[in-house]
């Protein structure tokens, strides 16, 4: 079965770090470009982070650039999200997803809550 | 960089369409046919429904339609059952500077 499941998430505070991992399996990792895309509470979906197959390129919103971290792991299968000084704004469902040509997300993690608050 | 823009709800009874808008700029959804569609039940994840405006996934019911005119794309739901109740999404790469692909607001899509 092709699935993605994320995990890391938590509490912190602000100012703190977390780093999220997002366990692939059922496919061929290393071919796919990888994204995280968060959703607040109540809020919509709100593109955050890219890599491509082998970390040479990768690109993270404005919101988040020297704050978040996005890398991978081919060998593990595993994409994470490096989150330093962390804001009450960057709470969060913090989902990865695979990208298919085109940039559409095809498979979706469960997801991983983000709190931070003091 | 704002959101897409789509209205914030729209309803149906049973067996009717509904049409969902999804407005943008010719930086985004006028610049790319990368437009794509999310379903999302309460608690759950997304789930893409269309991708390159008008293709769907295998598996996705052909009750599900996308279509894109200038800076404007939209989603066509026919036949309407009381599962497609859910909060849909539109998304497209973007040229900002700030992003490298922006969601819409969402749409709640009530089946009355």
């Known amino acids: 079965e092709v699935q993605l499941v994320e995990s890391g998430g938590g509490l912190v505070q602000p100012g703190g770090s977390l780093r999220l991992s997002c366990a692939a399996s059922g496919f061929t990792f290393s071919t796919y470009w990888m994204h995280w895309v968060r959703q607040a509470p109540g809020k919509g979906l709100v593109w955050v982070s890219r890599?491509?197959?082998?970390?040479?390129?990768?690109r993270h919103a404005d919101s988040v650039k020297g704050r978040f971290t996005i890398s991978r792991d081919n060998a593990k299968n595993t994409l994470y999200l490096q989150m330093n000084s962390l804001r009450a704004e960057d709470t969060a469902v913090y989902y990865c997803?695979?990208?298919?040509?085109?940039?559409?997300?095809?498979?979706w993690g469960q997801g991983t809550m983000v709190t931070v608050s003091s | 960089q704002s959101a897409l823009t789509q209205p914030a709800s729209v309803s149906g009874s049973p067996g009717q369409s509904i049409t969902i808008s999804c407005t943008g700029t010719s930086s985004d959804i006028g610049g790319y046919d990368y437009v794509s569609w999310y379903q999302q039940h309460p608690g759950k994840a997304p789930k893409l429904m269309i991708y390159?405006?008008?293709n769907r996934p295998s598996g996705v019911s052909n009750r599900f339609s996308g279509s894109k005119s200038g800076n404007t794309a939209s989603l066509t739901i026919s036949g309407l059952q009381a599962e497609d109740e859910a909060d849909y999404y539109c998304?497209?790469?973007?040229?900002?500077?700030?992003?490298?692909?922006?969601f819409g607001g969402g749409t709640k899509l009530i089946v009355l």
């Open positions: 997803a695979r990208a298919r040509a085109g940039g559409a997300f095809d498979i």
């Open positions: 998304s497209s790469y973007t040229r900002s500077s700030t992003l490298e692909l922006v």
């Open positions: 890599t491509n197959t082998d970390e040479s390129n990768t």
């Open positions: 390159e405006v008008s």
